[in-house]
C-alpha cells in the first residue's frame, strides 16, 4: 500500500476508517502480494478493501477461482450508497442469446438484500436458493461440465425462483 503515492494517500484515509471503526480487522497487503494470497489461501478475506484499478485485477482474479466471472456478485458503497451489480458487466457480446450466467446478478440481489434493504432472511433466501441449484446440477455454459444439467440464463433463473 505505499508503492505508489497514491497508495500512500488510501493507506492514510483506510488507517483513519481502521481506527474509527477498532472492532473490524484491518490488514495491510501490497497488491502483488494480495493476488498471490488469493491464490494460496483466499478464505483469508472476508473483504477486500482497494482501489478501482486494484480491485478489477484481484474480483478478476478471485473469479478465476470460483471457476466463473459469471457467479460473483459485487459492491461499490459509499456512505448511504451503494451500487450492487455482477463483477462480469453487462456482458453486450452475448446479450439476448441466452447464454449470460445470472447467478452474479441474483446474488448482487441478495448482497442489496443485506447491505442496504436490512433484509438479511430474504440475502440468506436467495444465497440459499442459488447454492441448491448448483447442488442440484444446474449450470450454464460457463461453468458447465459433463454429467450436469446444462441450462440457460432463463432456465438457471427459473430454477432459483423455484427454489425460494
Request: with cysteine.
Amino acid at each position: 500500500a505505499n508503492v505508489l503515492a497514491s497508495s500512500r494517500l488510501w493507506r492514510k484515509i483506510a488507517q483513519e476508517k481502521a481506527a474509527a471503526n477498532p472492532d473490524i480487522a484491518t490488514d495491510y497487503f501490497y497488491v502483488d502480494n494480495t493476488a498471490m494470497q488469493l491464490v494460496v489461501n483466499p478464505a483469508q478475506f472476508d473483504v477486500i478493501v482497494t482501489t478501482n484499478l486494484f480491485g478489477d485485477i484481484l474480483s478478476d482474479e478471485g473469479a478465476v477461482i470460483s471457476g466463473s466471472i459469471g457467479l460473483l456478485p459485487s459492491a461499490s458503497m459509499g456512505t448511504g450508497t451503494a451500487l450492487y451489480e455482477p463483477i462480469h458487466g453487462s456482458a453486450p457480446d452475448i446479450m439476448g442469446q441466452n447464454l449470460a450466467n445470472p447467478l452474479g446478478t441474483i446474488l448482487s440481489a441478495a448482497m442489496m438484500c443485506r447491505h442496504s434493504l436490512d433484509l438479511p432472511q430474504v440475502a440468506d433466501a436467495i444465497e440459499k436458493a442459488v447454492e441448491q441449484v448448483l447442488v442440484d446440477g444446474y449450470r450454464t455454459g460457463d461453468i458447465y461440465r459433463e454429467g450436469l444439467k446444462r441450462v440457460g440464463t432463463t432456465e438457471m433463473a427459473q430454477a432459483v425462483i423455484e427454489r425460494l
